[in-house]
């Protein structure tokens, strides 16, 4: 019978180690983890953050700007405004972004983007809105019989690539319609807003932002409930 004859059997040297030597400590799993992320189906992060960054439009208000992420409302997202009741600037809080969106995409192309208001409570006052810079003749109102048909409209509106932003008035809604305009407004790049009553303020929402605004004594409160990437908290909005 034959025997080996004294020392240590040697042991194989790995992929990348040079021969004649024992490997180094972490060689075999440099080599290894080289090999996985070699693999085309693995997914990285630098992936994504390759990803153009989505703009913003700013608000016109220093103060809420800066608790933005980006420094302003997010475009290609669904942003839920709570109110304790309407009337309370809801409207204004975003007409400076609107106007000066217009006024960017006509410096590009001929016509201005479709702004659509889908069952406001209250009809436009179309002075005013020609005041702060909006085109009239590029704003739409649709007044649909029943909430289905109101979200239906929003979807399209959303998804549609044509539209800049998306006003939506509604009672209340589930969970899963919410998800239907959050991800329309994704695909068409349009700002979806959706007003909501305030009771909805403990439910749950997929969308990147949620307000609140509320009657106080002297003037509107506005509390950021949820901002993805940023702060929640109030905000005293002053003076655009």
């Not at 005041?131 to 649909?144: F, M, S, T, Y």
């Amino acid at each position: 019978m034959l025997r080996e004859c004294g020392g240590r059997k040697p042991k194989p040297t790995p992929l990348g180690a040079p021969e004649g030597r024992e490997p180094r400590m972490g060689e075999r799993q440099i080599s290894s983890l080289g090999s996985i992320l070699a693999d085309g189906r693995v997914w990285k992060l630098k992936d994504a953050s390759a990803a153009p960054a989505r703009p913003v439009w700013s608000t016109g208000y220093g103060s809420l700007d800066a608790r933005l992420p980006g420094g302003g409302w997010p475009t290609a997202s669904l942003i839920e405004v709570l109110l304790d009741d309407t009337g309370l600037g809801e409207v204004q809080l975003f007409l400076p972004a609107l106007a000066e969106c217009q006024r960017r995409m006509e410096q590009g192309r001929t016509d201005a983007p479709w702004l659509v208001w889908i069952a406001p409570p209250h009809e436009p006052y179309a002075p005013a809105l020609a005041q702060q810079g909006i085109e009239l003749d590029r704003l739409l109102v649709v007044r649909p019989d029943s909430a289905t048909e109101a979200l239906w409209a929003a979807e399209q509106a959303l998804g549609s690539g044509v539209c800049a932003a998306v006003f939506l008035w509604l009672k209340g809604t589930d969970d899963r319609w919410l998800r239907r305009l959050k991800l329309a407004a994704e695909a068409g790049g349009a700002l979806g807003v959706l007003f909501r009553p305030e009771r909805h303020r403990f439910e749950s929402s997929p969308a990147s932002l949620r307000l609140l605004m509320t009657q106080g004594e002297h003037a509107t409160h506005l509390d950021l409930l949820k901002v993805q990437g940023g702060r929640p908290g109030p905000v005293d909005l002053g003076d655009p």
